[in-house]
T-cell receptor, first 112, second 115 residues
Framework: GNSVTQMEGPVTLSEEAFLTINCTYTATGYPSLFWYVQYPGEGLQLLLKATKADDKGSNKGFEATYRKETTSFHLEKGSVQVSDSAVYFCALNHQAGTALIFGKGTTLSVSS | SAVISQKPSRDICQRGTSLTIQCQVD?????MFWYRQQPGQSLTLIAT?????????ESGFVIDKFPISRPNLTFSTLTVSNMSPEDSSIYLC????????????FGPGTRLLVL
């Protein structure tokens, strides 16, 4: 079946450090891939998405590239800020109108 | 995107009681979903709320425990019935539709604590 695997957290970084959160997936066909972010005490916000192979999603300095050959969608940011501290969820959707399948989430903590 | 509101934002309830959570979106959407996020965990789909018909439940979730209504294309409710401490979670609704480019957007969540 379809599944998403994220690197275990927590990830602790200093401000301005480079961030990578690994995400790999297992799916039939060509799913859409997403990163959502959950700030403390809040709901999920869409961070970025990619709908086909080699697409790059980007938002707020974050990027992720849909790599079909490695079934990956790693999240990167060149210089993190304290305000990026949150839980990050990788997710896939194999068909529009169906449920998202989430990874377990990765907690990022950035200190100044 | 979509503007989604949920009520209540949080509640503390006694075991054995029921709580109804409302989800309102600012425009008509095709799909509405209800998810549960247990403390420190990822999200699990409870059910898909179908407009004009019974909700479609995921394995492990039943209508008697989580009745859902969807009277129109902008509104849905989830009731958590006969609550126990194990129901303490964040409950989130999400919406999707062609206008939203087949992307799910989430409400702010309802934080429920059952004593």
């Amino acid at each position: 079946g379809n599944s998403v695997t994220q690197m275990e957290g927590p990830v602790t970084l200093s401000e301005e450090a480079f961030l990578t959160i690994n995400c790999t997936y297992t799916a039939t066909g060509y799913p859409s891939l997403f990163w959502y972010v959950q700030y403390p005490g809040e709901g999920l916000q869409l961070l970025l998405k990619a709908t086909k192979a080699d697409d790059k999603g980007s938002n707020k300095g974050f990027e992720a590239t849909y790599r079909k050959e490695t079934t990956s969608f790693h999240l990167e940011k060149g210089s993190v800020q304290v305000s990026d501290s949150a839980v990050y969820f990788c997710a896939l959707n194999h068909q529009a109108g169906t449920a998202l399948i989430f990874g377990k989430g990765t907690t990022l903590s950035v200190s100044s | 995107s979509a503007v989604i509101s949920q009520k209540p934002s949080r509640d503390i309830c006694q075991r054995g009681t029921s709580l109804t959570i409302q989800c309102q979106v600012d425009s008509q959407v095709t799909m509405m979903f209800w998810y549960r996020q247990q403390p420190g965990q990822s999200l699990t789909l409870i059910a898909t709320a179908n407009q004009g018909s019974e909700a479609t439940y995921e394995s492990g979730f039943v209508i008697d425990k989580f009745p859902i209504s969807r009277p129109n294309l902008t509104f849905s409710t989830l009731t958590v019935s006969n609550m126990s401490p194990e129901d303490s979670s964040i409950y989130l609704c999400s919406v999707e539709g062609s206008r939203l480019q087949e992307t799910q957007y989430f409400g702010p969540g309802t934080r429920l604590l059952v004593l």
